[in-house]
């Protein structure tokens, strides 16, 4: 994961998209980070940066952090949760956080269609603000075509997409080619970044 990006991350579930974002955000090495998701689901993954790979960073527990505490957080990686998002994104937005890796757990649910202006501020300020952004998504199709236009990469696992459908959403020569060579892996967890602009 580049620094100030924006990504795009699609698999099906059990792809692996939680493991690389948990990566990511531990390479990166950003102060804070914030995990978006609609509600604390039992067996949450990002209740600790435990990976396949990183079996120790179970001990690296994440904290629940509500929105009024944002202007005072200085460090760590913490969950936020909302039954209505789009509002908890426009606080994240108001905020003027900095210096934070911002993933979007289960996009799919709650960033489709037409981008709402909080959501494009914050991708678009990701620069000056030193953000880095995460969108997760289940499938190809599901993605949101403003945010395909305005992301920096697209990090694509196995999906169940109907390639031929899809692939014009994609401004990706080769997008098929990649997508059946992930089909054809024996690796459940193959994935290939592909810059986007
Ligand atoms: N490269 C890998 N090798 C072995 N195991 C892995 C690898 N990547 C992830 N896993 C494991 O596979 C399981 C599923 O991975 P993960 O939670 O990242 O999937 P996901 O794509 O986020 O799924 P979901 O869509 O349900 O959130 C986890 O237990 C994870 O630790
Ligand atoms: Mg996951």
């Known amino acids: 994961m580049h620094i100030n990006s924006v990504s795009i991350i699609v698999g099906r579930r059990g792809s692996g998209k939680t493991d690389y974002g948990k990566e990511s955000i531990m390479k990166l090495k950003l102060p804070k980070a914030l995990i978006v998701d609609t509600y604390d689901a039992t067996g ?34 913490y969950r936020a949760f909302s039954s209505n998002p789009k509002e908890l994104i426009e606080k994240i937005d108001r ?21 709402s202006e909080s959501v494009k501020n914050l991708v678009y300020d990701s620069k000056q603000r030193n953000l880095n952004i995460i969108f997760y998504y289940h499938s ?11 992301a920096d990469f697209l990090v694509l696992h196995k999906t169940g997409d109907n390639i031929k459908n899809v692939k014009g959403r994609y401004p ?26």
């Open 172 to 197: 990706i020569d080769d997008l098929e080619e990649v997508f059946e060579f992930l089909k054809a892996s024996d690796n459940q967890y193959e994935r290939v970044l592909i810059p986007l602009n």
């Open 95 to 115: 905020s003027k956080v900095k210096n934070v890796c911002i993933v979007f757990e289960d996009a799919t649910k709650y960033i489709y269609g037409k981008l």
């Open 44 to 77: 949450q993954p990002w209740r600790t940066m435990e990976t396949y790979l990183h079996p120790e960073w179970k001990n690296i527990k994440t904290g629940v952090i509500e929105m009024d505490q944002l202007k005072r957080w200085r460090k760590g990686i």
């Open 140 to 150: 190809l199709a599901a993605v949101p075509l403003d945010l395909v236009r305005i």
